[in-house]
């Protein structure tokens, strides 16, 4: 069966971001770009289904500026078989960014979509869900486990209370927690390789979507700042302080 | 405007965060309904008619809806929101499941876990695991939002706003519910706790988690963990606090032997005192902690329990 799975290039989750000082956004300029750590565990998923020969072919989809295609190489490196850039850069709220992934879905008729739950930059954690909306499949989102049947997909998700699980009928969407797997590193032979890889690039005009703007960013500011506290040198201080100061126990 | 908050509950048992949606919902709009579906729920749907603010409890009482599966509630809702300006759920697992769904059926764009409500249209929300703050305008006709419930207080319960039925039944044949495993706990949730303990990777294993246990049990506080606590398998994932897990802000927060990754601060700065007791004198944890101790977390959490 084909698996498609999406990957977003976003700011390497280790930098410490800085707001521009006129607080209209995030400062992007000359930071380092990775691929989205949920995306990651999504494509190694995908990966591993090939391996056990259950996917027989592995789409990678981004949605995103010409310079995501280097996160689609990296896609590409850990094992996928194909890539597509649908380039647009303006209004990429998630709506608009399902809306596109629906039209790549109906093109490539997969019989599994794998995504992550979330993006560490907009931290919306909605694409997936809107997706399956748009497409009209289920969903089973914060996969921790993931298990592909005849015709359906068991998956054991992260839910507040535990973990619960479901049973989709295929064609279905799955999104990934972090616990899903541990996503596997590109060996130098494999990233030369990738970059023989088919990578195709599709405008939203040509894929026939309209994007329009649903909300507009006022401003970003920084958190605000907690003051500095202090060291206490014994348990006993740290006990009084709590009852006495902080009066909190 | 007409507000629709949708009731976080297990089906016998209103959660508190719905108490505080109501809360955020009545900075939205003049009347708030709340929406309880589930299956066999009356109980659930007679404590939300007690929360102050609550204009009128919906129930869409039927087994289809047992298990809140997004498929069919996503529906269900959907079916709903033509009445209201606004549509509300905490940003908890079930909210967070079915809410992008109900916003793409409406083809309206999400705000997810709002912090702050400036204006019926205007909202505050992080972004980059809570290292900037955006001020997001809407200019959908029905805005659906997720909620972080600790952001906001809870309303006080002294109400009995009428109770009425929703007939329409969403069956669902593309998902299933096969089963669920609840971890068990007699401590307080970790979101609604007044105080949390959390144990990070220098807890060294799993069984060093009964000291911070203990402690727990002394302040009637809940334990949580760090990412790294639970990926190494100390414990349970749903006990993990941080961008991915859960957003905590209690009166008081103790970290032990947590190093304080951006992640993890994502889920707990917002904590009104933050205690750090780590070896480590250069952990970023103590950048934002009120109160630091360096010292091993082995001799710390005895004294610390005898102390109390």
Redesign the interface.
């Given at each position: 069966m084909k698996v498609l799975v999406t990957v977003k290039r976003v700011?390497d989750?280790?930098v410490?971001?800085r707001?521009k000082p006129d607080g209209s956004d995030?400062d992007l300029t000359n930071v380092k770009m990775a691929v989205n750590p949920f995306c990651e565990i999504a494509v190694e998923e995908a990966v591993r289904l090939k391996e056990k020969g259950i996917a027989s072919e592995i789409v990678v989809v981004s949605v995103g500026a010409s310079e995501a295609q280097e996160q689609l190489r990296t896609a590409l490196a850990l094992g996928a078989d194909r890539a597509i850039l649908v380039e647009s850069t303006a209004n990429t709220?998630?709506?608009n960014v399902?809306k596109l992934l629906a039209k790549v879905v109906e093109q490539e008729q997969p019989s599994l979509v794998i995504m992550g739950?979330?993006a560490?930059?907009?931290?919306?954690?909605?694409?997936?869900?809107?997706?399956?909306?748009?497409c009209d499949?289920?969903?089973?989102?914060?996969a921790?486990e993931v298990s592909v049947a005849d015709n359906s997909v068991?998956v054991t998700?992260?839910?507040?209370?535990?973990?619960?699980?479901?049973?989709?009928?295929l064609p279905?969407i799955v999104t990934t927690?972090?616990?899903l797997n541990e996503p596997r590193y590109a060996s130098l032979p494999n990233i030369m390789k990738a970059k023989r890889k088919p990578l195709a690039t599709v405008t939203p005009d040509e894929l026939g979507v309209t994007l329009s703007?649903?909300?507009?960013?006022?401003?970003?500011?920084?958190?605000s700042q907690?003051s500095?506290?202090?060291?206490?040198k014994?348990?006993?201080e740290?006990?009084d302080?709590?009852k006495n100061e902080?009066k909190?126990? | 405007m007409t507000v629709l908050v949708y009731a976080e509950h297990n089906n016998h048992e209103l959660k508190a965060e719905t108490h505080k949606l109501v809360n955020a919902a009545a900075k939205m709009g003049d009347d708030v309904h709340v929406l309880v579906a589930g299956s066999n729920c009356a109980d659930v749907a007679t404590q939300a008619s007690q929360i102050e603010g609550v204009t009128q409890v919906l129930v869409a009482d039927n087994a289809v809806y047992e298990h809140q599966l997004a498929e069919n509630i996503a529906e269900l809702v959907h079916s709903m929101a033509g009445d209201y300006s606004h549509v509300v759920a905490a940003a908890t697992t079930t909210g967070k499941n079915f809410m992008p769904r109900v916003a793409a059926l409406l083809d309206v764009v999400q705000l997810s876990d709002v912090i702050a409500v400036e204006s019926a249209d205007t909202f505050v929300r992080p972004i980059y695991a809570g290292n900037a703050i955006a001020t997001v305008q809407s200019s959908d006709a029905i805005k659906v939002i997720t909620v972080r419930a600790s952001a906001f207080d809870a309303a006080a319960t002294s109400n009995s706003a009428p109770i009425s039925a929703v007939d329409s039944v969403f069956a669902n044949n593309l998902s299933e519910f096969v089963s669920e495993e609840v971890t068990k706990s007699d401590r307080p949730e970790l979101t609604a706790a007044n105080i949390i303990i959390s144990g990070g990777r220098g807890m060294q294993d799993g069984e060093h988690f009964a000291m911070l246990e203990t402690i727990a049990d002394k302040l009637g506080a809940a334990v949580g963990a760090s990412r790294a606590a639970v990926d190494a398998g100390f414990v349970p994932n749903d006990m993990q606090v941080g961008q991915t897990g859960k957003i905590v802000a209690p009166q008081l927060y103790i970290a032990v032997g947590i190093s304080g990754a951006i992640q993890h601060l994502a889920g707990m700065k917002d904590s009104k005192v933050i205690v750090a007791i780590n070896k480590d004198p250069e952990a970023p944890i103590f950048q934002v902690a009120d109160y630091g101790l360096v010292a091993d977390l082995f001799e710390a959490l005895p004294e610390l329990e005898a102390g109390l």
């Open positions: 700011i989750y280790n410490k971001i707001v995030v709220e998630s709506l399902a739950k979330q560490i930059d907009s931290d919306n954690n909605q694409t997936g869900q809107m997706l399956a909306a748009l499949m289920p969903q089973a989102t914060f921790s068991t998700r992260e839910i507040d209370g535990g973990l619960q699980t479901l049973s989709l009928q279905a927690d972090l616990r703007a649903h909300t507009q960013l006022l401003g970003v500011n920084p958190p907690r500095a506290g202090v060291k206490v014994s348990v006993a740290l006990v302080k709590l902080a909190v126990i | -």
